[in-house]
């Protein structure tokens, strides 16, 4: 056996195989040389615990953390469509008498009998419009010359909303004979006509006053909910607190929203993911009373939050808040501090 080992170490220890052996053959025999020779195994190294040098006093110790914060950017959603800009007016107005260019033409005798009262009326407004829509302006879809002069000309008045609101109260009024009807409106020299009810102002009377704490105000855009504490060193900051122990983002949104601004509100927070963070470092560790830990600064979630009804009420509150905004973006940016604002100037909507 010991010999049959010792033709195995030559013929695989030399550098070029024999004529005798075949490649494969002293390829085989190299490989039963590495089985045949076992290898030591190596001790076990003794677990971790056995050489970790912590005591258990200091692994005790809680390590220096942020506190967690939680605040709600609280908004009221837009009421009514942007305001058009003067290229998306005169666009409406062209495509509108497109429109009437292009369609077949009005049937008057499907929708009123000839000689009757509503014919007559038909006729007369026809006779001033020329056109059966009734807010694109005097324009004649079928006439030779102007037809196809559907164009907003410059400086021209069809395309506001103003003059087209006027133009439809003008066509929704009735002729009456004195009384008909009280509520008529009495002019010298003109016929009386019955009062239509008009619609109602995108400037509010909060608009014209100035009133920041009022919900109609800004119908057109998103207002968010600022407050402020008492003292000079106050400042303008949405409602924020911070988080209770086991206590998730969502939670703690909706309970800072009844601490500090009272429960006559009809809320709902957006989801269970904050939309924006911040974070806030201290120049110098502060000990936490409650946990023995050193604080390194404080971690503020942002929370997305509606309000579907109800207002906003600071008395009794938690935080000692004494005043309260509802601002949209553009007002946010004057009222809050450089480093707040630029926290979440990238998470709140423009309109």
Known sequence: MAHGNNVLKQLTSRPKAPPSICPSCLLSLRQQRFV??????????PPFAEHSTLSPHASSLAQPAYKIKASVLLSRPPLLTHDLTPFEKAYFLYQRRLNERLALPFTRYFY????????VNW??????RQTPARDIGNYNAYSKDLGWNDELLVGASESEPEAQIEALVRDAEVEVKAGENEEVEETA?????QKVERPMPRVTEA????????????LTRTLYLVVRGQGEKARWEFPSGFLEVKES????AERLLVQS???????????????????????RKILDQETGAGRLGEKVFFMKGRIMAGQANLSGNKFGLVDFKWL????????????????????????
């Open 36 to 45: 045949s020779s076992a290898e030591v195994p190596s001790p076990i190294e």
């Open 112 to 119: 009123y009998q000839r000689g009757t009262p509503g014919d």
């Open 123 to 128: 006729k007369r407004k026809m006779k001033e």
């Open 189 to 193: 020299g003109k016929k009386q006509k």
């Open 207 to 218: 608009d014209r006053a100035g009133d920041f704490q009022s919900l109609n105000r800004a």
């Open 249 to 252: 983002l969502n939670t703690a």
């Open 261 to 283: 601004a009272g429960s006559n509100m009809n809320t709902w927070i957006v989801g269970n993911m904050p939309i924006g963070y911040r974070t806030i470092r201290y120049q």
């Open 328 to 351: 949209a973006k553009d007002e946010i940016e004057k009222e809050l501090q450089p480093s707040d604002w630029n926290s979440v100037r990238n998470v709140l909507l423009d309109r």
